[in-house]
């Protein structure tokens, strides 16, 4: 990002009030409303960076004070120069964090007075003219009123009254008087505003005269109802006023809240200028402090009488009542409006850098919420959780005395912006405010305000600021804050896009391990508001102020009780709803459940209490389970209540779904909301009985989790999903090792000490797209479709007698084998041994392909031959599954390499090239591999369990769109690089993943957004235990704590290497990932650009996808994800389907019903099912071979087919198929190669004249697409059922 000198401005004065018989107010007086931010979330889908160069005026958001930094010709640096360089270096690391954040600042920092916000200065004393010149009604009754702005409005609206809506024969008066004071506040008015992708908003205190209000209007609402009186007269007269020209007027709620309804102005299209700056003004009332009696408002007091919310409900004693803190604390932060703001300006009087740091903040905060994003075509509501608080927080720690006793961060009034946003995250970070209550002063006793939860008190003692913030959104935000920190700490240098500019940090979709779609009917879960009313429970409901977020609040309390030792965080965010229905009951109501899990998420038994020792703690846990919570004697000797989830030969596939298993068992017990049929397990419903609330309620909603059904994409139709506790990777790890036992005890019998036997198949690894599939030999002959090998190298202990010619060195290679089989053969009668002479390996986009004739040296003799390289298959008897066996001779390497030396001393040119082309196959084969499978299956093992699934389901998603295989698009191993990076860095500072389905779709947004051509992708699998969490670490640790991976001076190295290939324009718009071991990709070669940029057009249409189906409920579309557009191409061959042998690797069709139903209570008898298992013994499906030849170990003609185009159309046409029994080959022309070409005898395809056209002084010619077409189907002869030709 070019950095841009500061421009300095003129700060032009702010102030628009005016009062009726009291001066003008200062500018000082503005007051920033405690919701001043909550319009300025970033919509779904932007980031800061898509505003970041737009050819738009820029905004006043430079810094005032800074200077020019233009410099005469000859001038020397000053020392304030060299200071500042040196301070940044130090604070950040590196000074491009620096530049960026300025510049960011520069480029969304929103003032007044400048030249782009002239119009909008002009709107607001506009604006303010109306509002001061409104006229008065009369008083009048409350269904004099209700039809007074019905009348004025011609019945378009009402008055907006909040839940409960007042009787009519309510005896209280209202009346309408034009505003006393209206003045700009919030953070316009303080200057530290910024534009986001929504833009900004603009807000326009109303101060109401206090001879609309009686000293006892705090009690029952009746603020509330003169309030919203107030707001629906506004807007009434606005819309008859020459405002209604400009802007569209309208309601919306503050903070979500129903009890507070302000009027919002928006530019009408044909406003350009105001248009384009994309800004809101919001008309907020309030109320002079002296208004009404604050001290009667404390948070311990009840201001909502029984009485008043059911007829004939006793009050009894007032001090008995239920405190109403929230009620009381929507009331009083409209009485201090002005007073919040006083306080910050003094603030930024004091700090000169206390604005942009606050800028800063609010950025931080508009890109790690997902506060008002949206989920497919469901928009959230906006979250409580604001820029006002934090900058409220902001200038706590930077004034307050006690600020060092409470948190130990103290801030300095001399700290530059950054240093105080960098101070300000690593409080957030460290601090919980529910058990460490903060205040302003100490002259209130903060107890009484930490009675209902967290509590930050104002400057004035007289209102908690953090009323009706949700536990968990605190919870998420200093989750959020520790990831910043820790990036800030140890990542500074390549950390400004994840703290400031990822959109990732807002997905619901992707933030979260596991997501779940709740549809609520609010009528049945909430109390009635009709008949017999539960005054204590309408009361509860009624201080949210909002029936969603009363829903909301019910179902995080009881799931984030019961999952506190699965999970790290349990958000619950409700869809927003149109103002129209803000108080109604509505019967489908969405929520989406995100969960980050933690460490334990997979543990089979959560441990409840012991009934003798804690039998108040028993009760509850019985209440949350149930009949699931059993009383069991644990191995030392404590008897507890537990939940039982599974048994230990439960596969790691099938544990990542417990959270999700839990909190649908949970949802249907508490609340009668049915989950789709695939959640629950059968054993889990048999278990499930319903609360007593609830047991004889129908079915009021549905839950839908996605991860179920797109984990059947990561199946095959031989082992479906329901076979995957039966046939693991577990299963053939421990098998392979078996194997190694038995040849290893073969060591008397053979010539050299067995060394080792190194795995580098991907079903050794956890990465194969299903688990090998093991054959049984005793039925039948274990024959199959198509038999999968799982390579190994043998390595023997090292020797000097091998011979130094390559030609002898295979032979000696192919005897050892030979005696490997022979030996094994006669210890081993059972199994099945072949030794064979095929090639080992596959083909690669260097020359390395399959098919091409052998090296040919100086006498045009075979020297060496890879293609017909030995190997052993051992199909083991005990597994069933087959392995193929290749030697391992380092000796070889050594030799190839001396001979590459040898070649290039003597400067014969094509034999070097021939032979280092062959040092570097057999080094991929038996080095890189091999180091490769290590590293892939240790994070997989032993770190993180998801990236098993992550891996799989993007093979299937690349095979699906026919872009997986090194033949024709991305190597596996790259796949496999691709997932390891999103667990192995903090990708867009976010955790690492728990489930297989977050990490997916982490893949791909990867392959969505990243800059290949930009930016380093680099896989540091050092780092991979850096995203599990240490349960033992303090808060302060986590931010601190020195991280796992690369080094410095080791990152620098594989910058370098990139940024020198950068610059020699050798690294393009290509998919390119490294790691310190293969600094320059060249293990498995990089992704071309064309296939780089249909990965990423793919990739943005599955999130698309993904996301609607998500918000819908419905996995119908699901499919989409995994079909490929055929129309693409330039021609498609069809194949027959019965010689395409891996047709089983297809994904299982998915016809699953996705709504809920309440399923039937059936009994099952747990005693019974394992008789019922051993009668039915489990058996995998297997098919006699294609082609009637039996025990064909990798064979698979398709590949064959495919790899011999390739090598003969390379140049001419790309082709695509899916290599997991697809039944189609896509091909498409060459662009470069279909332009004519001039005649010559060593053209690579078939070519036809071009009539009356020369290229140069030669004839014209040009690709014959029909005759290489008819070429195509006389190769593919037996194999190619038909072909589309689509051009």
């Not at 799982?790 to 390595?795: A, C, G, N, R, S």
């Amino acid at each position: 990002m070019a950095g841009r000198s500061a421009i300095k401005r003129k700060h032009a004065s702010t102030e628009l009030a005016t009062q009726k018989k009291h001066s003008r107010k200062s500018e000082h007086e503005a007051v920033e409303h405690s919701d001043s931010d909550e319009s300025m979330g970033v919509s779904d889908g932007e980031d800061m960076s898509d505003h970041m160069d737009e050819d738009e005026p820029k905004l006043a958001g430079e810094n005032s004070t800074a200077k020019s930094t233009e410099r005469r010709p000859g001038q020397t640096v000053t020392n304030a120069e060299i200071m500042a360089l040196n301070e940044a270096s130090l604070l950040f690391k590196t000074n491009l964090f620096k530049l960026q954040v300025d510049e960011l600042l520069n480029e969304t920092m929103v003032t007044s007075g400048s030249k782009a916000t002239r119009d909008l200065d002009a709107a607001l004393k506009q604006i303010r003219d109306v509002l001061v010149a409104m006229e008065s009604t009369k008083e009048m009754s409350v269904e004099a009123a209700v039809n007074h702005v019905r009348k004025l409005s011609k019945s378009k609206f009402s008055v907006p009254f909040p839940d409960p809506a007042p009787p009519a024969d309510l005896p209280i008066k209202m009346a309408f008087d034009a505003p006393e004071v209206v003045n700009i506040v919030g953070s316009y008015a303080l200057g530290m505003a910024v534009r986001t992708g929504q833009g900004f908003s603009v807000d326009m205190m109303a101060q109401m005269p206090a001879s609309l209000f009686q000293e006892r209007d705090h009690l029952n609402f009746r603020y509330f109802y003169k309030r919203a009186f107030f707001v629906a007269m506004v807007r009434v007269l606005l819309q008859k006023s020459a405002v209604q020209d400009a802007f569209d007027v309208d309601f919306d709620l503050l903070r979500s809240d129903t009890r507070l309804p302000i009027v919002v102005l928006r530019p009408k299209p044909d406003m350009r200028r105001l248009a384009k700056l994309n800004c809101s003004i919001r008309i907020i009332p309030t109320i002079a402090p002296d208004t009404l009696p604050l001290k009667r408002l404390a948070p311990g007091r009840n201001h909502v009488r029984f009485s008043f919310l059911a007829r004939g409900a006793s009050d009894g004693e007032v001090d008995e009542l239920p405190p109403t803190p929230q009620y009381n604390a929507a009331l009083v932060s409209d009485a201090l409006l002005t007073t919040h703001i006083t306080y910050l300006h003094e603030t930024k009087d004091l700090c000169a850098e206390f604005a942009r740091a606050a800028a800063l903040l609010r950025i931080w905060h508009s890109q790690h919420s997902s506060s008002g994003r949206s989920v497919g075509s469901q928009h959230l509501m906006r979250s409580r959780m604001n820029g006002f608080i934090l900058t409220m927080v902001l200038a706590w720690l930077v004034r307050s005395a006690n600020s060092g006793g409470v948190s130990g961060a103290r801030l300095s009034t001399a700290m530059t912006a950054h240093q105080l946003f960098k101070g300000t995250i690593e409080f957030l970070a460290i601090h919980d405010f529910a058990s460490l209550p903060a205040q302003f002063s100490n002259s209130v006793d903060i107890v009484e305000f930490a009675q209902g939860g967290a509590a930050l008190v104002d400057p004035t003692a007289s209102v908690n600021l953090l009323a009706g913030v949700a536990p968990w959104e605190l919870t998420e935000l200093r989750m959020q804050a520790q990831r910043t920190a820790r990036d800030l700490n140890h990542h500074s240098a390549s950390c400004f896009d994840s703290v400031f500019l990822s959109t990732a940090l807002s997905d619901v979709v992707s933030k979260y391990d596991h997501i779940l779609r709740v549809e609520v009917d609010l009528e049945v879960l909430l109390t009635t508001r009709v008949g017999d009313v539960d005054a204590q429970k309408r009361l509860y409901e009624l201080e949210h102020g909002h029936p969603v977020i009363a829903a909301q609040s019910r179902i995080s309390k009881v799931l984030n009780s019961a999952l506190a030792h699965y999970t790290r965080l349990i958000s619950v965010h409700a869809a927003s709803s149109i103002f129209d229905s803000r108080t109604k009951l509505t019967r489908r109501h969405v929520f989406f459940i995100g969960v980050i899990a933690n460490s334990e998420s997979r543990r089979l038994v959560d441990l409840g209490p012991s009934p003798d020792a804690e039998p108040q703690e028993a009760a509850r846990f019985r209440a949350l389970w149930g009949r699931k919570a059993e009383l069991r004697r644990f191995r030392d000797g404590s008897i507890r209540l537990a939940t039982v989830w599974g048994t230990n030969k439960m596969p790691q596939e099938k544990r990542a779904f417990i959270v999700p298993r839990m909190m649908a068992f949970l949802l249907q017990r508490h609340f009668a909301i049915y989950a789709q049929p695939d959640i629950l397990l059968p054993e889990d419903k048999s278990a499930l009985d319903m609360s007593p609330q609830m047991e004889s309620a129908d079915p009021m909603g549905a839950v839908f989790e996605l991860g179920q059904s797109i984990n059947e994409f990561a199946s095959t139709r031989d082992l479906s999903a329901s076979d995957t506790d039966r046939v693991t990777f577990e299963a053939a790890l421990i098998g392979f090792d078996g194997l190694q036992k038995e040849i290893k005890g073969l060591e008397d019998k053979l010539p050299l000490r067995v060394l080792a036997l190194h795995p580098v198949a991907p079903g050794l690894r956890y990465s194969s797209l299903a688990p090998p599939k093991p054959l049984s030999v005793e039925h039948g002959n274990g024959d199959d479709a198509y038999i999968e090998p799982l390579h190994v190298l043998l390595e023997f202990t090292s020797s000097t007698k091998w011979p130094d010619d390559i030609a002898a060195l295979h032979k000696v290679k192919t005897a050892f084998l030979l005696r490997v089989a022979e030996c094994y053969r006669e210890a081993h009668p059972a199994a099945q041994v072949d030794v064979c002479n095929r090639f080992f390996g596959y083909s690669a986009a260097d020359g390395l392909l399959t098919g091409i004739s052998p090296t040919q040296l100086a006498s045009g003799m075979d020297d060496f031959d890879y293609e017909r390289d030995s190997f052993v298959d051992i199909r083991h008897a005990q597994s069933g599954l087959t392995f193929r066996i290749s030697l391992l001779c380092s000796p070889e390497g050594a030799l190839l390499e001396r001979k590459v030396q040898e070649m290039k001393r003597a400067k014969l040119t094509p034999q070097a090239d021939a032979l280092e082309s062959a040092y570097r196959r057999w080094t991929r084969t038996n080095q890189w591999r091999a180091m490769h499978h290590r590293q892939i299956l240790d994070l997989c093992q032993r770190h993180h369990p998801a990236a098993s699934l992550t891996i799989r389901l993007l093979k299937r998603w690349l095979s699906r769109h026919m872009l997986l295989g090194q033949s024709v698009g991305v190597p596996e191993e790259v796949a496999e690089l691709i997932a390891a990076r999103i667990f192995t860095d903090s990708w867009n500072g976010l955790a690492a993943p728990k489930s297989g389905l977050t990490g997916f779709i982490r893949c791909l947004q990867l392959l969505a957004d990243w800059r290949w051509k930009e930016d380093l992708c680099v896989v540091d699998f050092a780092a991979a235990s850096n995203g599990i969490e240490d349960q033992q670490q303090t808060r302060k640790e986590r931010i601190w704590a020195p991280t796992e991976g690369l080094a410095a001076n080791e990152y620098a190295v594989v910058q370098a290497k990139f940024d020198e290939r950068a610059k020699t324009s050798r690294i393009k718009d290509e998919l390119r990932i490294v790691t310190l071991e293969n600094p320059d990709a060249e293990w498995w070669g990089t992704v071309s650009v064309v296939l780089t940029r249909r990965l990423r057009s793919l990739a943005k249409a599955a999130l698309s996808v993904i996301h609607t189906s998500v918000g819908v409920g419905s996995d119908t579309d699901l499919p989409q994800v995994f079909t490929t557009p055929m129309s693409d191409y330039s021609f498609v061959l069809k194949l027959d389907k019965s010689v395409v042998c891996r047709q089983f690797d297809q994904p299982p069709s998915l016809v699953q019903p996705t709504h809920a139903e309440k399923p039937e209570t059936k009994e099952i008898f747990k005693n019974l099912l394992p008789d019922m298992q051993q009668a039915q013994a489990f058996r995998v499906k297997q098919h006699s071979n294609l082609f009637g030849q039996p025990n064909m170990v990798g064979f698979d003609p398709v590949s064959l087919f495919v790899r011999d185009l390739v090598n003969v159309y390379r140049d001419s046409v790309l082709f695509f198929y899916d290599m997991y029994g697809g039944r189609h080959i896509a091909g498409l022309w060459n662009p470069a190669f279909m332009k004519n070409s001039p005649f010559a005898a060593t053209l690579d395809a078939n070519m036809m004249p071009v009539p009356d056209e020369k290229v140069g002084s030669k004839p014209a010619v040009a690709v014959n697409k029909q005759a290489v077409i008819e070429e195509i189907i006389r190769l593919g002869e037996g194999l190619v059922e038909d072909c589309v030709v689509q051009e």
